[in-house]
């Protein structure tokens, strides 16, 4: 079972690599902003749930193998980070896209000035930058989870077969 749930971890790792650090950016060198961007929404709203199960399904894994408390507590981590962009910042975007109005927004409110909507930083940018870094923390934090996982192995002893 530890070598599907590294499977579907491998998987997500490789759909997250691809769709933000491939398929986004040569979607914004190809078309206009508002398609590029409704097409890399939709494909990041499928690696984020898609990311959500998979993260999931590897703790539930590394729980029934009960290796050890520590990579437990980063994949929940992961998870809620996870959960964080998909469910919360990713609201919170399509609101201000659409001209909506969304009650975390208000958080925005407390790191930007009135005056730097005018001229520096809007709520848009402060949510896709936010987005982006959790998005970036988790690659790099699957990455290594897949890592420590596949060399661990969930805990599983390896042995070489014996020689005669």
Do not use: C
């Not at 914004?28 to 890399?40: H, T, Y």
């Not at 199960?53 to 994949?75: E, G, M, N, T």
């Amino acid at each position: 079972m530890n070598r599907f749930a590294a499977l579907i971890a491998g998987s997500w790792l490789g759909m997250q690599i691809m769709a933000g650090y491939v398929a986004a950016p040569i979607l914004f060198k190809s078309l206009d902003r508002v398609p590029a961007g409704d097409i890399a929404g939709k494909l990041f709203t499928v690696v984020g749930y898609y990311g959500l199960a998979a993260w999931f399904l590897v703790y539930v894994v590394a729980r029934i193998q009960s290796y050890s408390k520590k990579p437990q507590r980063w994949i929940a981590l992961q998870i809620v980070l996870l959960g964080i962009n998909q469910l919360a910042v990713t609201p919170v975007i399509e609101a201000i896209k659409q001209g909506q109005h969304h009650p975390l927004l208000a958080v925005s409110n407390l790191f930007l000035s009135p005056s730097s909507e005018a001229g520096g930083m809007t709520e848009f940018a402060f949510w896709h930058g936010l987005s982006s870094l959790i998005y970036m923390a988790t690659s790099v934090l699957g990455l290594l989870l897949l890592s420590v996982f596949l060399r661990l192995s969930f805990g599983e002893k390896k042995t070489l077969p014996e020689t005669k």
